[in-house]
C-alpha cells in the first residue's frame, strides 16, 4: 500500500500587512506571538512563519531584539519549525529584513521571488478612525513603493543563509514570473531541492485569487520543477480557505494564519491563529488527508533541525 501523503501545514502568525486597529485578536507583543504560535502548533501547524512587532504600537519591526523576546520561548515549548520572514514589510531595507535570521540561524526563511508592487492601500477605505497614526500612512505609502527583491538581493540571501546558515527557503512566489526566477536560481544551483514553493493569491500587484490561476500555477510549477518540489498554497482574506482547499485537494500544502487573513468565515473574525489551524486539519481530516508533524516537514524538506539554530 502506498504511504499516505503528509498535508504541511505553515501558520504566519502576524506578518506586516494588517493592523491593529483591523482585528483585536491580531498579536503584536512578543508574549502575543509566542502564545499565539504555541497554541497554533498545538492545534497541528508545523511550521511557524514570523514577523515580529514594536510592542507599544504594533508596527512592523525588523529589531532582532524583538524576535529574541519570542523565538527561544516558541523552541522551548513546541517542536514546531521556526521559520522567519526575510520579507519584513516594503519599508525597509535588505539589510534590515536580514538582521533577525542572520542573528537566529533559523531552519528556515521566506524568500520572496521578484521586486513587485504591493498594493495595501485598499484597505483604508474600510475604516474610519485608527489606534495608532502610523497604520493609514503605512497603508497609503504602499500606493507609490516597490516591494525590492531584485536578482542581488536573492542571491545574497541564498549565500549569506543558505549556503552560511544551511538555512532552507519558503520561495514565495506571487506571480507566474516568480516560478520562472526560482528556476533560473536551480539552474545556476544556489536554490537546491527540494524546494518548498508558496503560490500566493489574492495580493494587489501579484496574480488574483482565481481558481484557474492556481491551476496555472501548479502546471508551471510542475514544469518546471517535476517531482523537485513541495507545493504549498496561501490566498488573502476571503479566498484563503477556498484556496488552500483546492490547493490541498490537488496535491498542495496549506498556509494559514493572521498574517494572510484576519476571518474564520464570513463576517466572523478568527479569535487567534490555532482556530484557523483547527479549521483547516477539520478540513483536511475530511478530505481523508493526513497532516504532517514536525518531524515530517523537517524530513519532507530536508531541514538542518531545531537543534543548529541559534535561539
Known amino acids: 500500500m ?15 500587512i494588517h493592523t491593529p486597529t483591523m482585528s483585536p485578536h491580531l498579536p503584536v507583543t512578543p508574549q502575543e506571538v509566542a502564545e499565539q504560535s504555541i497554541a497554533a502548533a498545538e492545534a497541528g501547524a508545523s511550521i511557524l512563519h514570523l514577523h515580529a512587532r514594536d510592542p507599544a504600537t504594533g508596527r512592523p519591526t525588523p529589531d ?10 516558541i523552541k522551548q515549548a513546541t517542536d514546531a519549525v521556526v521559520n522567519i520572514t526575510t520579507g519584513g514589510s516594503h519599508v525597509m531595507t535588505l539589510q534590515e529584513r536580514l538582521a533577525a535570521p542572520l542573528r537566529a ?6 524568500l520572496n521571488m521578484g521586486s513587485m508592487n504591493f498594493g495595501l492601500y485598499p484597505m483604508l477605505d474600510k475604516y474610519k478612525t485608527w489606534k495608532h497614526d502610523w497604520e493609514p500612512k503605512h497603508l497609503e505609502g504602499s500606493r507609490d513603493a516597490i516591494f ?14 543558505g549556503e552560511g546558515h544551511g538555512v532552507k527557503f519558503e520561495y514565495e512566489c506571487y ?33 488574483g485569487a482565481d481558481p484557474e490561476n492556481l491551476m496555472h500555477m501548479r502546471r508551471i510549477a ?5 517531482r523537485d518540489y513541495h507545493w504549498s498554497i496561501l490566498a488573502a482574506g476571503r ?34 491563529n490555532a482556530e484557523q489551524v483547527a479549521r483547516v486539519v477539520q478540513i483536511l481530516k475530511g478530505l481523508s488527508l493526513d497532516v504532517a508533524k514536525p518531524a515530517e516537514a523537517r524530513k519532507m524538506l530536508g531541514l538542518k533541525g531545531g537543534d543548529r539554530v541559534k535561539f
Open 222 to 226: 510542475d514544469k518546471l520543477f517535476g
Open 148 to 161: 525590492k527583491n531584485t536578482f542581488k538581493d536573492i542571491e545574497n540571501i541564498m549565500k549569506e543563509l
Open 239 to 272: 479566498h484563503q480557505l477556498p484556496f488552500v482547499t483546492q490547493g490541498a485537494i490537488m496535491g498542495g500544502n496549506v498556509r494559514v494564519g493572521l498574517e494572510d487573513s484576519l476571518w474564520l468565515g464570513k463576517g466572523a473574525l478568527a479569535k487567534s
Open 175 to 207: 506571480d507566474v514570473g516568480h516560478l520562472y526566477t526560482l528556476a533560473h536560481f536551480v539552474d545556476r544551483k544556489l536554490a537546491k531541492p527540494p524546494l518548498f514553493v508558496q503560490t500566493i493569491f489574492g495580493i494587489l500587484g501579484g496574480i
Open 105 to 110: 540561524s533559523p531552519e528556515m526563511t521566506s
Open 2 to 16: 502506498a504511504e499516505a501523503r503528509k498535508v504541511i501545514i505553515t501558520c504566519a502568525v502576524t506578518g506586516s
Open 64 to 73: 532582532p531584539a524583538v524576535f529574541m523576546q519570542f523565538l527561544p520561548r
